[in-house]
């Protein structure tokens, strides 16, 4: 079983959709949660980061994380075609190492 | 702004040939910089992690003479893929994070290939 399991869609939406992305984990060590937005043939860009269950906002992107159930999802309100790319979920441990481990992306398309 | 710099964004080199990939932390002296590998639709792999002044740590079975990385300043961290064959072509994409429980930010990544 992987450490952090992630779908790997592809997901299609229309434009103005809610968009649900999930990970679920296995680790219970795992206390920072992270998203990033890969754009194709670009560097993963940091959208969301978070240490403590509950919803973080930012503008459309909401993050919750569950660690309960070691489930963290990032909502998109209002999706625009600019969102599509492919979104990639990370966690870590807060020990010295702190080594991150990623999901394996969901390539998300919204259509105009 | 952009926090890290990574150059060249693409190369594209004869089998046998040594390359040389540069990561820059913009915003902050970084004394820990990470080089991680993609391949198309998989997620990223660490590869090294790069501390300057000392050696850096390699993940299991990635080899160390293949890949020589430097972090000879706070602000610049290199890779070297030596002797690059084919099977070497890929993403290659390094990362900063500030002290403390802060979270990694990424270089837009080097496509590297290998004829």
């Known amino acids: 079983q992987k450490e952090v399991e992630q779908d790997p869609g592809p997901l299609s939406v229309p434009e103005g959709a809610i968009v649900s992305l999930n990970c679920t984990y296995s680790n219970s060590a795992f206390q920072y949660f992270m998203w990033y937005r890969q754009y194709s043939r670009k560097g993963p860009e940091l959208l969301m980061y978070t240490y403590s269950s509950g919803n973080k906002e930012d503008g459309r992107f909401t993050a919750q994380v569950d660690k309960s159930s070691k489930y963290i999802s990032l909502f998109i309100r209002d999706s625009q075609p600019s969102d599509s790319a492919t979104y990639l979920c990370a966690m870590k441990d807060s020990g010295g190492y702190q080594k991150v481990t990623f999901g394996t992306g969901t390539k998300l398309q919204v259509i105009p | 702004g952009a926090v890290v710099s990574q150059h060249p964004s693409w190369v594209i080199c004869k089998s046998g040939t040594s390359v040389k990939i540069e990561c820059r932390s913009l915003d902050f002296q970084a004394t820990t910089m990470f080089w991680y590998r993609q391949f198309p639709k998989q997620s990223l792999m660490l590869m090294a992690t790069?501390?300057?002044?000392?050696?850096?740590?390699?993940e299991q079975g990635v080899e160390k003479d293949k890949f020589l990385i430097n972090h000879a300043s706070l602000t610049l961290s290199t890779l070297t893929v030596t002797s690059a064959h084919p099977e070497d072509s890929s993403f290659y994409i390094c990362?900063?994070?500030?002290?403390?429980?802060?979270?990694?930010?990424f270089g837009d990544g080097t496509r590297l290939s290998i004829l």
């Open positions: 790069s501390n300057e002044g000392s050696k850096a740590t390699y």
């Open positions: 990362s900063v994070r500030r002290p403390g429980d802060q979270p990694q930010h």
